[in-house]
C-alpha cells in the first residue's frame, strides 16, 4: 500500500532535519552549558525555548516572510549582526566564569550562585535559535524542494510541530544526560574551565556567523 504524499513528504523533511538536529551549533552549547551551569530544569527550559523559536522559523517560512528576508540583504544583515552579538556576549560571560564548589549531594540542582528563572532559561534557547539567520535558508530550501506548493497550510505548519517537537525531545534527552548525578559530580569540579570553554566556542561560532553571506 502506498503512504500517503503527506506522510512522504513528513519523512522526507525529517530524513533530512535529523541531520540538522544532532549537528554541534550555537543550541547544542547552549543546552550543554545550561545543564553544566544552571541545572536540568534550566536546561529544559532551554530546550522548550529553541524549539518554540524553530517554530517561529517555520511560521515565517510558511507566510513567505522567509524569502522576503533571504532576499534583503538588510534585514538578513540585521539578524546577522544581532546574533553575532549575542553569541559573543554569551561567550564573554561565560569566560570570566569563577570555580564552583563541588556539590555535596549529587543531584540535578543548579549551582545557587547560576540559579535562573524559568523566563531566562526559555529566553536563552529562544534567542540563541531566533538570532540565527541560517534557518531562514534552511527551511526555505527543504521546504521549496521537498513539500509540494499544494500541500495545505495547515498541514505544513503540522510538520513544522513535528520537527519542533523532535528538536525538543533530542535537547531534552542531552540535558537529562549531562546532569545525571555522576556526570553533573564530574563536571562540576571542572566547571570553570568548561565554562571558558564554551565561552571560547560562543565567540567562535559569532565570529563564524560574522562572515555569512546573503544568498
Known amino acids: 500500500m ?30 550543554m552549558r545550561q545543564s553544566i551551569v544552571a541545572g536540568r530544569r534550566a536546561a529544559i527550559l532551554t530546550s522548550f525555548g529553541i524549539g518554540a523559536s524553530l517554530m517561529m522559523h517555520v511560521t515565517y517560512t510558511i507566510l513567505g516572510l522567509g524569502l522576503v528576508i533571504s532576499q534583503s540583504i538588510a534585514l538578513f544583515n540585521i539578524v546577522k549582526w544581532c546574533g553575532v552579538a549575542y553569541l559573543v556576549y554569551i561567550g564573554l560571560k561565560a569566560l570570566g566564569a569563577k570555580k564552583a564548589e563541588a556539590p555535596e549531594v549529587d543531584d540535578a540542582a543548579p549551582r545557587p550562585q547560576q540559579a535562573q528563572s524559568a523566563l531566562r532559561a526559555f529566553g536563552l534557547g529562544f534567542a540563541a535559535n531566533a538570532l540565527n539567520p541560517k534557518p531562514v535558508f534552511f527551511f526555505l530550501s527543504i521546504f521549496s524542494t521537498v513539500v509540494s506548493a499544494a500541500t495545505p497550510i495547515p498541514v505544513k505548519f503540522g510538520y513544522g510541530l513535528v520537527m519542533a517537537s523532535c528538536l525538543i525531545l533530542w535537547f531534552v534527552g542531552v540535558s537529562l544526560f549531562m546532569t545525571r548525578p555522576a556526570m553533573r559530580a564530574r563536571f562540576t569540579r571542572i566547571s570553570h574551565w568548561i565554562d571558558r570553554a564554551g565561552g571560547l566556542v560562543f565567540i567562535t561560532l559569532g565570529l563564524k556567523l560574522a562572515t555569512e553571506k546573503a544568498g
Not at 3 to 23: G, T, W
Open 2 to 31: 502506498a503512504l500517503h504524499p503527506y506522510l512522504l513528504e513528513l519523512a522526507s523533511l525529517m530524513a533530512i532535519f535529523s541531520f540538522a538536529i544532532v549537528s554541534p551549533g550555537a543550541d547544542l552549547a547552549m543546552v
